[in-house]
């Protein structure tokens, strides 16, 4: 086809002329064909029939769609709102950067209020909306160390002996991560209850020794979110060393473990460190955007009853005693991992996309350029700037 055929087909199509970004390399020369809502191969473009419509896509990068597994809001919207208006808002920003998929991201707030949301949450999956595809929901928070907060609501924090976690629990086929803190009563009941129930138990927001997540992990503990932030590390009792959540995050192989990208939250040796202990297989990179993410220089922004401010580029507490989640969304971190961290832009993008899949299960339709999975796929330029955007196979 000509270059200037517009791009709103759903059929048999084939994108070329561009860079291909493989799970392991990027390659010039092939062409990814496309047909209805899924990948139909990778191919070298030369042996493409004359019949195949061709988008020439000038040169840029082909990308699996990115997906973030941990994202709050953007655009002066949360997913704590369950309106038409904020879920609209939030996936179509994404959608506009190239993040293709994504979790609904609660944070803290009373348990009524989060119940609300994930009925909405579910409400939204079963209909046809325009956006990022929401795979599910990331339930963050209530079960937190009140040492831990961070940004989430300390009026709100429970623990999960006090306040079971049923009324969420409800919604437990729609749930794709539950965080919590596994010191506190209650949480190792409740591990074991999430990993039975097919949602991944993560932890965070916590003050945990390694001597209390080991039996959480046993119990089926595997996933850890945003590494060195709310986070416990090593102190001293007496002449003994005793690691926290942090090295636990490091060293122990069977976890997967979130990281924010934005090169506020962490400076790029924090994030060399993470790459080289735990890898792009089990690293993911998720951006913990807020609804300040959009929004300019100064602009206020609220969570739940908790409100925040957009400064120098991150989230900020009013007092600017801790961050408040990044304003950064995930195409714009991949750059920082490539040429700040030195991560190889394979690896980036891979933990941008088939990572995150793998966190949530998804890695079989999800994730990278394969046959057979959906045709979710994003032409960059090379500033990741989104230049087209492709989810289910039609064009956003």
């Not at 990044?326 to 690896?347: C, D, H, K, R, Y």
Request: some cysteine; overall charge negative.
């Amino acid at each position: 086809m000509s270059n200037n055929k517009s791009l709103n087909q759903t059929g048999r199509f084939a994108l070329v002329n561009g860079r291909v970004i493989l799970p392991d390399r990027v390659e010039v020369g092939l062409a990814v064909v496309v047909e209805g809502d899924v990948i139909a191969g990778v191919v070298r473009a030369a042996e493409l029939g004359s019949e195949v419509e061709r988008i020439d896509v000038g040169g840029r990068l082909i990308s699996p769609g990115l997906i973030d597994i941990h994202t709050h809001g953007a655009y002066g919207h949360t997913f704590n709102e369950p309106t038409v208006e904020a879920f609209s808002a939030i996936t179509a920003r994404n959608a506009s950067h190239g993040t293709t998929s994504l979790l609904a991201t609660t944070s803290t707030a009373p348990v009524s209020d989060l119940v609300a949301s994930l009925e909405f949450i579910w409400q939204w999956m079963g209909e046809g909306h325009a956006g990022a595809q929401i795979l599910g929901a990331h339930v963050e928070g209530p079960y937190f160390a009140l040492a831990q907060a961070g940004a989430q609501d300390p009026t709100n924090i429970l623990n999960p002996a006090d306040h079971p976690a049923g009324a969420l629990l409800k919604f437990h086929d729609i749930i794709r991560i539950f965080t919590f803190a596994p010191e506190l009563p209650g949480a190792l009941a409740l591990t074991a209850q999430l990993a039975e129930l097919g949602i991944v138990p993560a932890a965070g927001h916590s003050s945990a020794r390694e001597e209390e997540i080991i039996p959480a992990i046993a119990a089926g503990l595997s996933h850890i979110i945003h590494i060195w932030s709310a986070q416990s590390t090593t102190i001293r009792q007496g002449p003994w060393r005793k690691p926290g959540l942090l090295e636990v995050s490091l060293t122990y192989e069977d976890l997967t473990v979130e990281m924010i990208c934005d090169n506020k939250h962490l400076p790029p040796t924090l994030m060399r460190l993470a790459y080289k202990c735990i890898g792009p297989d089990r690293l993911c990179v998720i951006s913990d955007a807020t609804s300040g993410a959009g929004l300019p220089e100064g602009s206020r922004y609220r969570m739940g009853e908790m409100e925040y401010e957009v400064c120098d580029g991150v989230g900020m507490m009013l007092d600017r005693s801790s961050f408040a989640g990044s304003t950064t969304l995930l195409n714009q971190m991949i750059p920082i991992l490539a040429e700040q961290v030195g991560i190889p832009l394979p690896e980036a993008v891979r933990m941008a996309s088939l990572t995150p899949a793998r966190v949530i299960g998804i890695d079989g339709r999800k994730g990278s350029l394969e046959a057979g999975k959906d045709a979710d796929i994003v032409i960059f330029d090379d500033d990741f700037t989104a230049w087209r955007v492709l989810i289910g196979g039609r064009w956003m």
